[in-house]
């Protein structure tokens, strides 16, 4: 049959993927063709997908004129033979020996030339004759759109992968992307699939937050609230929890609690400090307390732990001790600065500062190492140290 047209790809189904056990016969072994012909097609369905080819299905038969002339002439030009040499899976099909294929492609016209990527996709279907320059412009349509259906491919992978390691924004992003394109390519409905359940669990979270602020325990619900903005950022459950983290911010009653409670967090912080002996950490969170907290219980309580410091003189000297290493540690960092400026002199008073705060410590051997560098000369070995 002669046809010199091209039918568009969205008139046809996916490339038949059961069709399992149809063959055609080989190609005459005295009309070799320019690159290796494959006879089978579950053969050649499944080659294209193991190498991530797309597929050239040509159907014809053995007594049609322009299948003859197709092979003949425009499948042995160089620009095309070596297009699909080294980017399809050429597969040539007889009609009348695989009908049920013939029938499932819609083939109406000798030859039918379906151009598919690796996943079934028909990306071009053209009947009849057509010339090398045409025939070749389909070609490379075809290789980019197979192209493109990689990168959703990996993109859908890659999905995977973040949403094993817990990166589920990046998952969101990279599955909106293959939705957004993959049109009605399997890869899409996959990708639709996954981000359905990626944003059921983030309802689910939604759900948790409205529970705790319906028993009264806005905090709690705020946190919830929030964890799932972070963890879940680019789904509607996390825009939803945004609104509603608003919301509950703006009522007076969320606001004396999130007071109540950084009151008592900073309590809780100070006494395990106290605990611990970090007597100037524990002072300047008691600070804290009594000034932005002073008419709560806590910024009296933390008065009171100050006062047991201040009124120890062992406490206080260790307090005095820390806060002299915190400043050591300030004025080498200075000292360092000034150096990298070519200011010799501040760097010099910097580190003079530190060997007067902290002597026979390991900042102070910092300080006279630097010193002796500044100075041209090689640093001595101290001796004598007591702290670590």
Same mark, same amino acid.
């Given at each position: 049959?002669?046809?010199?047209?091209?039918?568009?790809?969205? &008139?046809?189904?996916?490339?038949?993927?059961?069709?399992?056990?149809?063959?055609?016969?080989?190609?005459?072994?005295?009309?070799?063709?320019?690159?290796?012909?494959?006879?089978?097609?579950?053969?050649?369905?499944?080659?294209?997908?193991?190498?991530?080819?797309?597929?050239?299905?040509?159907?014809? #038969?053995?007594?049609?004129?322009?299948?003859?002339?197709?092979?003949?002439? #425009?499948?042995?030009?160089?620009?095309?033979?070596?297009?699909?040499?080294?980017?399809?899976?050429?597969l040539k099909l007889d009609a009348r020996a695989n009908p049920e294929l013939a029938k499932?492609?819609?083939?109406?016209?000798?030859?039918?030339?379906?151009?598919?990527?690796?996943?079934?996709?028909?990306?071009?279907?053209?009947?009849?004759?057509?010339? =090398?320059?045409?025939?070749?412009?389909?070609?490379?349509?075809?290789?980019?759109?197979?192209?493109?259906?990689?990168?959703?491919?990996?993109?859908?992978?890659?999905?995977?992968?973040?949403?094993?390691?817990?990166?589920?924004?990046?998952?969101?992003?990279?599955?909106?992307?293959?939705?957004?394109?993959?049109?009605?390519?399997?890869?899409?409905?996959?990708?639709?699939?996954?981000?359905?359940?990626?944003?059921?669990?983030?309802?689910?979270?939604?759900?948790?937050?409205?529970?705790?602020?319906?028993?009264?325990?806005?905090?709690?619900?705020?946190?919830?609230?929030?964890?799932?903005?972070? #963890?879940?950022?680019?789904?509607?459950?996390?825009?939803?929890?945004?609104?509603?983290?608003?919301?509950?911010?703006?009522?007076?009653?969320?606001?004396?609690?999130?007071?109540?409670?950084?009151?008592?967090?900073?309590?809780?912080?100070? &006494?395990?400090?106290?605990?611990?002996?970090?007597?100037?950490?524990?002072?300047?969170?008691?600070?804290?307390?009594?000034?932005?907290?002073?008419? &709560?219980?806590?910024?009296?309580?933390?008065?009171?732990?100050?006062?047991?410091?201040?009124?120890?003189?062992?406490?206080?000297?260790? =307090?005095?001790?820390?806060?002299?290493? &915190? #400043?050591? =540690?300030?004025?080498?960092?200075?000292?360092?600065?000034?150096?990298?400026?070519?200011?010799?002199?501040?760097?010099?008073?910097?580190?003079?500062?530190?060997?007067?705060?902290?002597?026979?410590?390991?900042?102070?051997?910092?300080?006279?190492?630097?010193?002796?560098?500044?100075?041209?000369?090689?640093?001595?070995?101290?001796?004598?140290?007591?702290?670590?």
């Amino acid at each position: 049959m002669l046809g010199l047209s091209t039918r568009p790809a969205g &008139r046809v189904p996916a490339l038949v993927v059961a069709a399992v056990g149809l063959t055609a016969p080989p190609g005459r072994a005295a009309d070799p063709a320019p690159f290796a012909w494959r006879t089978d097609y579950n053969a050649a369905r499944r080659e294209a997908q193991d190498k991530g080819l797309p597929l050239m299905v040509v159907v014809g #038969t053995e007594q049609c004129f322009y299948c003859k002339k197709l092979d003949a002439t #425009t499948l042995r030009d160089p620009a095309v033979s070596a297009a699909v040499a080294s980017g399809f899976i050429p597969l040539k099909l007889d009609a009348r020996a695989n009908p049920e294929l013939a029938k499932a492609l819609k083939v109406q016209v000798y030859p039918t030339t379906v151009l598919a990527g690796a996943d079934g996709k028909i990306h071009a279907f053209i009947e009849g004759y057509l010339e =090398a320059d045409r025939f070749a412009e389909h070609l490379k349509r075809a290789a980019n759109a197979a192209a493109t259906a990689d990168w959703m491919a990996r993109d859908y992978q890659e999905a995977g992968k973040a949403i094993g390691a817990g990166d589920y924004p990046r998952a969101v992003s990279l599955l909106r992307g293959v939705i957004k394109d993959a049109e009605d390519r399997p890869v899409g409905a996959k990708a639709r699939e996954v981000l359905e359940g990626v944003e059921r669990q983030a309802a689910g979270r939604l759900v948790r937050a409205r529970e705790l602020e319906e028993k009264g325990f806005t905090p709690e619900a705020m946190d919830t609230l929030a964890e799932l903005m972070k #963890t879940y950022a680019g789904t509607q459950a996390a825009a939803n929890a945004a609104t509603r983290m608003a919301g509950l911010a703006d009522k007076p009653e969320t606001a004396e609690r999130q007071k109540a409670r950084q009151a008592r967090d900073l309590l809780a912080l100070a &006494r395990e400090e106290f605990r611990a002996g970090r007597y100037y950490d524990c002072l300047q969170r008691c600070d804290h307390l009594a000034a932005a907290f002073a008419d &709560r219980p806590e910024g009296k309580d933390g008065a009171a732990l100050a006062a047991e410091i201040k009124g120890n003189p062992d406490r206080l000297a260790t =307090a005095c001790e820390q806060m002299n290493e &915190r #400043t050591a =540690a300030m004025y080498l960092t200075l000292a360092e600065s000034w150096t990298k400026k070519g200011q010799a002199a501040e760097a010099t008073a910097c580190l003079d500062k530190v060997m007067k705060l902290v002597p026979n410590s390991r900042q102070a051997a910092a300080a006279q190492a630097q010193l002796a560098q500044l100075q041209g000369r090689n640093p001595a070995t101290p001796t004598g140290f007591t702290k670590p």
